[in-house]
């Protein structure tokens, strides 16, 4: 079966309703970014990272995927298919998706500040100062922030080059690392873009172009990827 990828940003998520920070000039939710999404910020207001996220993670929950988080579990009708995305929520888990790697963390889990390997689930929407892990360290959440590195850019350079077909739907392709992994295909992968607005800088020569949101854009993939790999008979 062929290996297809899906990089998605948060232009999927916004048709579910969650906002991100690049919505209005820094500010994500009424917050400076820089003031709940930094080592620095969480060493000088722990209490008001934990609120945000608090916030944030209530949203998520709140939310429901759309057609276009679906339109990509569908494809695992046809394709081995790994999403890798850069949105903290579970929506594509939620819609079926059985493989997703999550480069910028999991809004839902949370980690030990002494030993970032010892990640948990969060039951409900809220986790508090004070809630600490097997080593009594306090939890924080299981965000990449900014300034941290992305520790599993690897893999999914790893991932990305051993793929038959790439797919990216609601990213501008201007946050790095993430967006050096369309460079790493190899020579012959099919690429496909799925966006609104054609993004600045972007050789498009050699990249099919499907010019609409996430949620109409997978839709139209589906169809045009399924005259190239057909269901198993059985």
Not at 18 to 33: I, M, P
Not at 102 to 118: C, M, Q, V
Request: aromatic share 8%.
């Amino acid at each position: 079966m062929m290996k297809l990828v899906v990089l998605t940003g948060a232009g999927i998520s916004a048709e579910s309703g969650l906002k991100t920070f690049r919505d209005s000039d820094g500010l994500w939710e009424g917050y400076n970014v820089y003031d709940v999404a930094t080592p620095e910020a969480w060493k000088k207001n722990p209490s008001m990272v934990q609120e945000f996220y608090n916030l944030r993670r209530k949203g998520v929950l709140e939310a429901s995927p759309n057609d276009g988080h679906y339109g990509i579990a569908e494809l695992e009708k046809y394709f081995d298919v790994t999403v890798i995305t850069q949105n903290i929520d579970n929506l594509h888990e939620r819609a079926g998706s059985t493989k997703v790697l999550h480069l910028h963390g999991e809004i839902t889990k949370a980690r030990s500040t002494k030993n970032p390997n010892l990640i948990y689930d969060i039951d409900g929407d809220t986790l508090l100062m004070g809630q600490t892990c097997e080593l009594g360290y306090q939890l924080r959440p299981y965000i990449v922030w900014f300034g941290e590195q992305v520790p599993e850019i690897e893999n999914a350079a790893n991932i990305v080059q051993a793929c038959d077909i790439i797919v990216v739907v609601g990213t501008s392709l201007v946050v790095y690392p993430a967006a050096g992994l369309l460079n790493v295909t190899k020579p012959g992968t099919k690429k496909y873009l799925i966006d609104p607005v054609k993004p600045q800088g972007i050789n498009t020569a050699e990249i099919h172009f499907i010019e609409e949101k996430a949620s109409t854009g997978v839709q139209k993939l589906i169809t045009l990827l399924t005259q190239i790999n057909k269901p198993n008979q059985s």
